[in-house]
């Protein structure tokens, strides 16, 4: 076989190649090999630093991070804190108008099971249906008497209460004193088709004549309490005494009402007007409105109803109190400010008593305020005298509710 140069050149050129091949995979294979030894000395330089970023991290990020975390807080907690216990307030303090075109409405009185709204005026006792929102006449055809001194009211019947859910007891302000009587209505738990007068009521109280515990005669029957098995009248007649009578009921029998306790003789201030219980029923609780015409003068005063005993009396500062209720969700005290003196000054307070101190605390101002009235849902209803406006046909006074949260 006959070989030229270039069958020869090819050939060697062949087995060339196949030897660097060969020698080329035993390094691909060593450099695997080499690479995982690589791997883990590159993870033993590697690991070095790992191990130093940490601690070189540590104190400076720390440090920097903890400085504004103690920081902030003390800035903004006081911020914080602050809106929300002055938040909660202002729902509370909205009053909603019910009813209009009342005049001189005092006496509040809510009955059990149907939630009905009962508001005393001038010329009659209303009743109010929250869920209805209807209003109608229930009792009328009082006379009227004048009350007050600049500004003078015309009044009606005054104070209202409920002695069973059923028995309605009001409290007179239309006949002149010792000629002033409370009775007590039968109340069904539906409007009356057609109003009744006033002397159709199932019991009459009254009069308290002028004699030796009275020397005017006892009227203006401002305020009506029952509890302790009594009913309790605050009087306006004989002001040297101040007046607070009494009725014991004895099975479902208002007995005699009399003169029971001397609030003028036991606190040296005039006009005992509002008038509840403490929501334990222990203590009969009086609102002493004092004179009409002198600011701050006003006592809120707790006795004992078995034996008519004072005591604690407590100043207020507020002129002229005119209304006083527990709320039922809250078991805070209320009061309204008639404040006769300054009108301005009149409205809803809170009364914060703390051993013998009161702090009152204004929740909303009220034109002319008067009762004030809780359901059990802890709606607070309201009513207020008002001013008159320029139409003298349509009276200034109304009925309203502040939603429960009171």
């Given amino acids: 076989m006959q070989w030229n140069l270039q069958q020869v050149l090819k050939l060697s050129a062949y087995c060339l190649t196949a030897v660097c091949l060969t020698l080329g995979s035993s390094h691909l294979i060593a450099d695997e090999k080499g690479d995982k030894k690589g791997d883990e000395k590159a993870a033993e330089k590697k690991e070095e630093p790992k191990k130093e970023a940490p601690k070189k ?21 006081p911020k914080k804190e602050e809106p929300k216990k002055e938040e909660p307030k202002k729902p509370a303090v909205t009053v909603k108008t019910l009813v209009t075109n009342l005049e001189s409405p005092s006496g509040i009185a809510i009955q059990e099971g149907t939630g009905h709204v009962f508001v005393a005026s001038r010329y009659g006792v209303y009743r109010y249906d929250p869920k209805g929102k209807t209003v109608d006449l229930e009792i009328d055809a009082y006379p009227t008497d004048v009350y007050g001194k600049g500004p003078k009211y015309n009044i009606g019947p005054l104070g209202l209460t409920f002695m069973s859910k059923d028995m309605l007891v009001v ?17 069904g738990d539906k409007p009356l088709a057609k109003w009744v007068k006033e002397d159709t009521a199932a019991q009459t109280l009254g009069p308290i004549k002028a004699g030796d515990k009275s020397a005017k005669g006892e009227g203006n029957f401002y305020g009506v309490a029952f509890g302790d098995g009594a009913i309790f009248v605050t009087c306006n007649g004989d002001d040297t005494k101040g007046w607070v009578a009494k009725s014991v009921v004895k099975d479902g029998k208002a007995g005699p009402l009399e003169p029971s306790i001397e609030t003028k ?22 609102g002493q409105m004092g004179e009409v015409n002198v ?17 604690k009396s407590l100043k207020t500062g507020l002129s002229d109190i005119a ?13 309204t400010d008639f404040s006769w003196v300054d009108a301005a000054k009149g409205g809803l307070f809170e009364l914060k008593i703390e051993g013998d101190k009161v702090t009152a605390e204004q929740i909303v101002t009220l034109d002319k305020p008067a009762a004030i009235a809780f359901d059990k849902e802890g709606n607070l ?23 429960a949260g009171l």
């Fill in 57 to 77: 991290e540590e104190p400076k990020k720390e440090e920097k991070k903890e400085a504004p975390k103690k920081e902030e807080p003390k800035k903004e907690e």
């Fill in 171 to 187: 409290g007179d302000g239309s006949r002149p004193d010792g000629e002033e009587l409370v009775r007590i209505y039968k109340i």
């Fill in 265 to 286: 003789t036991a606190t040296n201030v005039d006009a005992p007007a509002a008038i509840t219980f403490t929501l334990d029923g222990k203590e009969l609780v009086v």
């Fill in 295 to 311: 600011a701050g003068d006003s006592l809120l005063t707790f006795y004992d109803p078995k034996t008519g005993k004072l005591t």
């Fill in 323 to 335: 209304g006083l209720a527990y709320s039922p969700k809250t078991k805070k005290l209320y009061a």
């Fill in 381 to 403: 209803y309201l009513s207020t005298f008002g001013t008159q406006g320029k139409d003298p046909e349509k009276s200034p006074g109304s009925l309203s509710v502040i939603k």
